[in-house]
T-cell receptor, first 115, second 113 residues
Framework: NAGVMQNPRHLVRRRGQEARLRCSPM?????VYWYRQLPEEGLKFMVY????????ESGMPKERFSAEFPKEGPSILRIQQVVRGDSAAYFC?????????????FGNGTRLTVT | GENVEQHPSTLSVQEGDSAVIKCTYS??????FPWYKQELGKRPQLIID?????GEKKDQRIAVTLNKTAKHFSLHITETQPEDSAVYFC????????????FGAGTILRVKS
């Protein structure tokens, strides 16, 4: 049973380019959460999605960042016009349900470097 | 919204000693408190969790305690080993948040052999 799959593992972008990060949840999981981790810091919540719906985007910057979780295919976190401050590890987690505190399982992350 | 404070930020212990990491939370509606271990360059991994209907949970060398009244919870690792060295994160969630976790800032644990 494959875990949460994220790709790419490492992504290098020049300032002004777009970054697309992909996340496939665990089998049977329909809830996806994106977190950002700056170097030597904790995990900051960005967005919570269920299939085709954004449930909570309270941690998402208002500009340049967007997320989707289509009916078919992985969840995508998109960062437009990247800046150096976007350099971080972006982790995706999934859970089976959005209630009853089912545990979150994390992927291996995408390490974004903006040059 | 929920705010989780974690202490200490770094902790060094001798192999075989115990390690204790403490967290406090602000939202009295929070009812789920997991702990994650993250090794360098790797993903956070769930090591133990506790729900608000119990005060203590143990799994081999790891235990977690919860004080709902004081809104704090702690991770206890006994007989520490070098492979316990990692960053440990506490987190909290409440039912209205859809399993969204709010994390503490993390504790760097170093076990010296």
């Amino acid at each position: 049973n494959a875990g949460v799959m994220q790709n790419p593992r490492h992504l290098v972008r020049r300032r002004g380019q777009e970054a697309r990060l992909r996340c496939s949840p665990m089998k049977g999981h329909s809830h996806v959460y994106w977190y950002r981790q700056l170097p030597e810091e904790g995990l900051k919540f960005m967005v919570y999605l269920q299939k085709e719906n954004i449930i909570d985007e309270s941690g998402m910057p208002k500009e340049r960042f967007s997320a989707e979780f289509p009916k078919e295919g992985p969840s995508i976190l998109r960062i437009q016009q990247v800046v150096r401050g976007d350099s971080a590890a972006y982790f995706c987690a999934s859970s089976r349900t959005g209630i009853d505190n089912s545990p979150l399982h994390f992927g291996n992350g995408t390490r974004l470097t903006v040059t | 919204g929920e705010n989780v404070e974690q202490h200490p930020s770094t902790l060094s212990v001798q192999e075989g000693d115990s390690a204790v990491i403490k967290c406090t939370y602000s939202d009295s509606a929070s009812n789920y408190f997991p702990w994650y271990k993250q090794e360098l360059g790797k993903r956070p991994q769930l090591i133990i969790d506790i729900r608000s209907n119990v005060g203590e949970k143990k799994d081999q060398r790891i235990a977690v305690t919860l004080n709902k009244t004081a809104k704090h919870f702690s991770l206890h690792i006994t007989e520490t080993q070098p492979e316990d060295s990692a960053v440990y994160f506490c987190a909290a969630s409440n039912p209205s948040g859809g399993n969204k976790l709010v994390f503490g800032a993390g504790t760097i644990l170093r076990v010296k052999s």
